[in-house]
C-alpha cells in the first residue's frame, strides 16, 4: 500500500533539488507542528500575536461604522425567511394532510380522520406562533 502526498509545486521543486525531504513535506501540513514552531519562535510569536489584535481591532472598528444598517437588512432578510419557510410548511401540511386522509379513507380508518387534522393544524399553527413567540419574548427583554 502506497502513501500519496500532496505539495505545491515549489515543494516538489525543492524535494527534486534535495533541500527538502518527505518528512518536512507532510510535517509543514500539520497545523499543530505549524503551530508549535510559531509558540517556539518568540519573533513569530509576538507577530502573530500583533497580526490577530490589528485584525481583530480592524474588524471591530469597521463593524460599527453600519451596525444600524445591518441590522436592518438581517432583520428583513429574517422576515423574508420565515414568511418563505412558513408559506413552504403550510403547504407541506396541507398536502400531507390530504395524503394521510386519503389512505385512511381506503383502509376505512375513518375515526382517525379528525387526529389527522389536529395533528396538522397543530404543526402549521406552531410555525406560525413560534415566531411571534421569540419576537415577543424578544420585546419583553
Not at 513535506?25 to 510559531?38: C, S, V
Not at 379528525?114 to 406552531?126: D, E, T
Amino acid at each position: 500500500m502506497s502513501k500519496t502526498v500532496t505539495m505545491s509545486i515549489g515543494q516538489f521543486m525543492d524535494m527534486e533539488r534535495g533541500t527538502l525531504a518527505l518528512s518536512d513535506i507532510t510535517k509543514e501540513r500539520d497545523l499543530e507542528y505549524i503551530a508549535g514552531k510559531i509558540l517556539n519562535n518568540e519573533k513569530l510569536k509576538r507577530f502573530f500575536v500583533t497580526f490577530v489584535a490589528t485584525a481583530t481591532m480592524c474588524a471591530e472598528a469597521m463593524a460599527e461604522t453600519n451596525v444600524a444598517d445591518a441590522t436592518a437588512k438581517l432583520g428583513s432578510a429574517t422576515g423574508k425567511i420565515i414568511t418563505i419557510t412558513q408559506f413552504a410548511i403550510g403547504k407541506i401540511c396541507i398536502i400531507a394532510c390530504i395524503l394521510e386522509i386519503g389512505k385512511c379513507l381506503i383502509s376505512k380508518r375513518r375515526e382517525e380522520i379528525p387526529q389527522i387534522g389536529m395533528k396538522y393544524f397543530i404543526a402549521y399553527l406552531v410555525v406560525k406562533l413560534i415566531p411571534w413567540l421569540f419576537d415577543l419574548i424578544d420585546s419583553t427583554f
